[in-house]
């Protein structure tokens, strides 16, 4: 294998938004229960990927995104709605970014973000 193959091979092996992990180890990996991916999901916060056999695929920025959502509900008191809300008006980066400056700007120990 030449070494640009490998190097190509890398980066799409290390791509964050590659779909790879199903239901039961994304949840794993994010801290929750399946059924709460798919409540995400029913609320339109998230949008795996499907295979041709109808299974869920999650990629890391899924898990991420997973994450954004469980800190502003449970550290914030955000609800599902206004969560929604909030990353239809602002791109998850830019969130993260405020949030992450909200914490350092003297909030409370407690709710320092984890991402």
């Known amino acids: 294998m030449t070494t640009a193959l490998l190097g190509l091979l890398i980066v799409l092996v290390a791509n964050g938004n590659r779909p790879v992990y199903v239901i039961s180890i994304a949840a794993g990996l994010a801290g929750c229960h399946p059924r709460t991916l798919r409540i995400y999901e029913e609320e339109g916060l998230l949008e795996p ?7 869920r695929l999650y990629s890391d920025e899924d898990l991420h995104k997973v994450r954004v959502i469980r800190y502003l509900t449970q550290v914030r008191g955000v609800n599902l709605a206004g969560v929604k809300m909030l990353l239809q008006f602002h791109d998850l980066a830019d969130l993260i970014e405020e949030l992450a400056g909200d914490s350092a700007n003297g909030s409370d120990d ?6």
């Open 110 to 115: 407690d709710k320092a973000t984890p991402f």
């Open 49 to 55: 990927v499907r295979t041709d056999t109808n299974i």
